[in-house]
């Protein structure tokens, strides 16, 4: 059945009327509305977007997020004049990444010129700010990873994968289960969102992407029209996870990723800097 079945993954098990009546007041096209009650934690993300999808009547998905706030009137037309007029298309998002390395890591993770966004973010000090990059002419900009705050799909035989638990690295997996579908992903500048929320960067998720990228390994790295992925880019993921495992106080790991970092990355000014503050904290810790 042409429509869009959204589906809503709920930690409250019951959606807030104000959500329920921005989706209803915006959406423009054919839906109804899934919400999987997930208040005692009964399911993994992946369970209870399976689920969804099993519940769902209609031929496109739409998996969102319930702390959101979508500004764009008739945002459902626009997906499906997407999904109808080119189907190369596997996944739209909002905002995604055009590389994933092989090493553990989220989207986001990758340097500014590989990020594609268009959102509003509110962040933990009261701030928000517009987020808009990534585009050119077209309001459909190609990557290979979308983020998991708002993402449409075909209602195909992909799924989510059930090899991986928790809350993390749905997005991710799902992208790259799209793309070895044969389809492209894209996020798009045209449907616009407010995202009262940030990911949560604790140690199962730091554990969540190890796991996705031993699972994946064979799949990575990626990048769009089949480039490689350079030395440096790969440095600067090395840094991220170096940044990551001394956060959280593991310091064999800290310095393992430290000096792939080195290894890999066209070294700075900046870079003499890191180094310097890695062995001051490799001496006090």
Known sequence: MQGISI???????????????????????????????????????????????????????????????????????????????NEEIGLIGLAGSRIKTKIPSSWWEHERENQVMNIIQHYPNGK?????????????????????????MRKTDISF?????????????????????GYKNFVTNEILLEHYSIGTKD????????????????????????????????????????SNYRGFGDKKNAAKAFFKYLYFRNLSRKDLRIIKEFLNWGIRT
């Open 128 to 152: 928000k700010e517009k987020i808009l990059f990534g585009f050119t002419e077209k309001p459909l900009s190609e990557v290979v990873l979308i983020d998991g705050v708002f993402m449409a």
């Open 7 to 85: 589906i809503i993954c709920s930690k409250k098990g019951i959606l807030e009327k104000n959500f329920r009546k921005n989706i209803e007041a915006t959406v423009g096209s054919v839906h109804e509305i899934i919400t999987i009650d997930n208040s005692t934690n009964r399911y993994n993300i992946f369970e209870a977007y399976n689920l969804g999808i099993r519940k769902s009547k209609f031929s496109y998905l739409l998996f969102i997020h319930e702390d959101v706030l979508i500004h764009t009137p008739k945002f459902g037309e626009i997906l499906l004049d997407y999904f109808k007029n």
């Open 161 to 181: 994968d059930e090899r991986l638990a928790g809350f993390h690295n749905y997005d991710q997996s799902i992208s790259l289960r799209s793309r070895k579908a």
């Open 203 to 242: 140690q199962s998720w730091l554990k969540s992407n190890e796991q996705f990228s031993a699972l994946y390994h064979d799949d990575l790295p990626q990048a769009l029209n089949g480039r490689k992925i350079t030395k440096d880019e790969r440095g600067y993921t090395y840094f991220r996870l170096y």
